[in-house]
């Protein structure tokens, strides 16, 4: 079955009963091997599937670029996905110098770092390799023509002799359903080879309005599903997994940019500003920032969101009242910019890795802000809230916000009770927080039914966190972060079913073992206790912590024991041992580990990690099946066991 199977009009009844039974009759006590190249329409396999005899000696094999198509094909175990991957280097470079030196397949002397940057281009597609290379088989090999050719490779992909790649990638696009077209088209607004996080991907389509909500699901979870299935249609690439299993950063292929770019510039979906000569008009709704110290265009009153990705100095324009998105992290700025309080309409604010100091009351101002983000700013250790923060009842994150104050009704405590308004927030970070303020907290928190990050630090390591007074935990909380001492381990923290990451910190629990607490928890993934617990045994029993990849345990300074029953942590991957200067021996039980990929023991005693070495070591059979393991002394390695 040659050619591409694009979605077609499906045949009328009469036609498909004439053609099932035509087709049946054919293969009927014959073995055959069917190919079906390309297939881009679920329908068309389930046509074909439904004529098929049942036999187990012949073979299908189906060719897609969708992995939701892939997925639907597998009806029973018997049927195997093999998942394309990009081309390892030296065989991207045998490739493309088959295809672009074909009298004897070797790169001409003077042709081998432009040749290395073009391969860097295709990123291991062999399509593009072959296309790319075949191209530039039909012109003279020598530096100065390929200098040009490299760079005028984007026009040549839209309008010249590589018009066929950009027709293949182009295919992918105009195959999407029209709530993931501007999902995707999104990522022409980051700069190429630019890792963009998840989260703030999702926040951004959503602050842009691209995703809503679903019946029993959050706009954030709808989110995810529109991230995973362009990813599933190979059109956006994970570079890198989170501790949980999902993509922790994305990006697209080089090639698949230049199409985006292009498709991006013919709808006015956005606009690349480089400088003076860049091509923007008083209808440009989006504004992408990518090259340092440039002042952006002043005048753009349709402008919906402006992002930049420069880390020098950005000037906002002050005529930019419907604004929606104003994305400026890393620039170089030292103040608030004034100009914010006025955009009334604003969604989504990060000024991320700038030196601003502090933020004004006027934020309060913002009614309509969902998404705050002030991370590795000079307020990141804690900011004081604006008058009437609570007046921001869109808010979905904020970060950290100080709840220390002089007298018990002072302005910071009556921010604590004010939090009850923000029942949207799904990430809340409170810092200093003072032991009589708890079971205000408490009560706020029980009123944020979305809430699926929570970090609270105390006023300072000597002062305990109160939070027993929680009689409603966020249902669909996943991460917790708790620092600072516990005079008591918080019983509705053993009710947080979706809970995947917890760090206690300062702790030092003295009656109740964190681990007995925590052990119904089924879907935690990763678990740190950081000066937590003062007992000397920590047991995990057996069947428990059936989902944890990464064990991460400090400064437990009476620690002796640690004890893995059978059947226990048996997908651990990554486990660190940081000053437990009193453990006797490696985790007992930790043989039967069999997923552990990582062991890391920081500031351990000398006698503990001599037991673990490879000539003589007394431990050494307990951990011979983990592939990396090391000695640090503050932070440095200085030995390595593996």
């Known amino acids: 079955m040659p050619g591409s199977l694009l979605p077609s009009p499906k045949p009328n009844g009469a036609d498909t009963v004439a053609l099932t039974q035509k087709l049946r ?11 079906v190249d390309d297939l881009w329409a679920k ?28 997925n639907s094909c597998r009806y029973d175990d018997s049927i195997h996905i093999h998942k394309l991957q990009p081309l390892s280097p030296q065989r991207a470079e045998e490739l493309f110098y088959k295809k672009a030196f074909s009298s004897n397949g070797r790169c001409p002397s003077g042709l081998e770092e432009m040749s290395k940057s073009i391969l860097q281009k295709c990123d291991g597609l062999p399509l593009g390799i072959v296309e790319i290379g075949r191209f530039l088989s039909t012109k003279p090999q020598t530096p100065n023509v390929w200098h040009k050719l490299h760079d005028s490779l ?7 002799g590589l018009s066929y790649l950009m027709e293949v990638l182009s295919a992918s696009y105009n195959d999407l359903p029209y709530h993931l077209k501007y999902c995707f088209l999104y990522m022409s607004i980051f700069p190429e080879n630019s890792p963009v996080n998840r989260g703030r991907l999702i926040r951004l389509w959503i602050a842009e309005g691209f995703v809503t909500e679903k019946a029993s ?30 993509p922790k950063n994305v990006g697209v292929h080089s090639l698949m940019m230049k199409m985006i770019l292009s498709v991006s510039h013919e709808e006015n979906f956005c606009t690349v500003y480089t400088g003076p000569e860049g091509n923007f008009t008083a209808k440009t709704r989006r504004l992408s ?47 608030f910019p004034s100009v914010i309080k006025d955009l009334l309409l604003l969604r989504y604010l990060s000024l991320r890795n700038t030196n601003i100091r502090s933020i004004p009351n006027s934020l309060r101002n913002l009614r309509h802000l969902e998404t705050l ?64 303020d708890g079971t ?28 027993d007074a929680m009689t409603n935990p966020p249902p669909l909380l996943q991460r917790l972060y708790l620092k600072g001492p516990l005079e008591r381990f918080p019983q509705w923290v053993s009710s947080l079913h979706d809970l995947v990451r917890i760090r206690l910190k300062w702790s030092s629990l003295t009656r109740d073992n964190p681990i007995e607490a925590l052990q119904d928890l089924q879907n935690l993934v990763e678990l740190q206790l950081l000066d937590a617990y003062t007992g000397t045994q920590l047991v995990f029993k057996s069947e428990n912590f059936q989902k944890l990849k990464i064990l991460d345990l400090q ?8 004890i893995m029953q059978e059947g226990t942590l048996p997908h651990l991957q990554k486990m660190i041992i940081a000053l437990c200067s009193k453990l006797a021996c490696v985790p007992i039980g930790i043989e039967r580990c069999r997923d552990l990929q990582e062991l890391h023991l920081f500031d351990m005693p000398q006698t503990f990690v001599t037991a673990l070495e490879k000539n003589g070591g007394k431990f050494r059979h307990l951990v011979r099946h983990i592939p990396h393991i090391g000695s640090y002394k503050q932070g440095q390695l200085v030995e390595d066991l593996s």
């Open 43 to 70: 329908y068309v396999w389930e046509s074909i599937r439904c004529v098929l005899p049942v036999d187990r000696k012949s073979r299908i094999i189906i060719t897609t670029r969708r992995g939701d198509i892939a």
């Open 555 to 562: 400064k437990l300074e009476q620690l002796t024991y640690i």
């Open 440 to 467: 205000s907290l408490c009560h706020a928190i029980g009123k944020m039914e979305k809430l699926h990050s929570l970090n609270v630090t105390s006023l300072n390591m000597e002062v305990p966190l109160e939070l």
């Open 154 to 160: 984007e026009s040549e992909l839209s309008s010249g």
């Open 373 to 436: 983000d002030l991370k590795q700013t000079l307020v990141t250790k804690g900011f004081k809230a604006p008058k009437r923060l609570s007046a921001l009842k869109n808010l979905q994150k904020l970060s950290f916000v100080k709840a220390s104050g002089q007298h018990r009704m002072s302005r910071q405590h009556r921010m604590i009770q004010g939090l009850e308004n923000l029942t949207q927030l799904r990430k809340l970070g409170i810092v200093e927080l003072a032991k009589e």
């Open 25 to 35: 009759k054919v293969l009927c006590d014959k073995r055959y091997i069917i190919v």
């Open 217 to 246: 699901k959050t706009v954030e979870e709808v989110g995810e599903e529109y991230l995973n299935e362009l990813i599933d249609r190979s059109l956006i690439k994970v570079n890198e997994m989170d501790f949980d299993g999902r």
């Open 289 to 335: 920032i990518q090259k340092k110290d440039i002042d952006a265009p002043q005048d753009l009153p349709h402008l919906r969101t402006f992002i930049s990705s420069s880390r020098g100095r950005v000037k906002i324009g002050s005529n930019l009242k419907l604004l929606k998105v104003l994305d400026i992290q890393g620039a170089s700025l030292e103040e």
